[in-house]
Nanobody
């Protein structure tokens, strides 16, 4: 079992920045592909960014150049640095861990005001 706890969400103005963190339990964090997903009201949950065990990254087109995903395997933590935030980035952001099984965090709300 892996437990994921997100933090760092909140209310920010257009153009602002936030950094999300996701702390994972377990001793094999380094084997997991970690991801950030988001879900706005009435919409499906979509991938924002992923980082593999080897550090390869993937970003949704809508966040390329603005968001950066990173991981610290020593701290069992994955981060999402979000810059130049837009109202359309408003959503609940979920942390995801995928390897043999898939795990989700409880989500953290990000609201961008115009």
């Amino acid at each position: 079992q892996v437990q994921l706890v997100e933090s760092g969400g909140g209310l920010v103005q257009l153009g602002g920045s936030l950094k999300l963190s996701c702390a994972a339990s377990g001793s094999i964090f380094g084997r997991y592909t970690m991801g950030w997903y988001r879900q706005a009201p009435g919409e499906q949950r979509d991938v924002v960014a992923r980082i593999t065990a080897t550090g390869s990254t993937h970003y949704a087109e809508s966040v390329k150049g603005r968001f950066t995903i990173s991981r610290d395997n020593a701290k069992n933590t994955v981060y999402l640095q979000m810059n130049s935030l837009k109202p359309e980035d408003t959503a609940v952001y979920y942390c995801n861990a995928a390897w043999i099984n898939t795990y989700w965090g409880q989500g953290t709300q990000v609201t961008v005001s115009s």
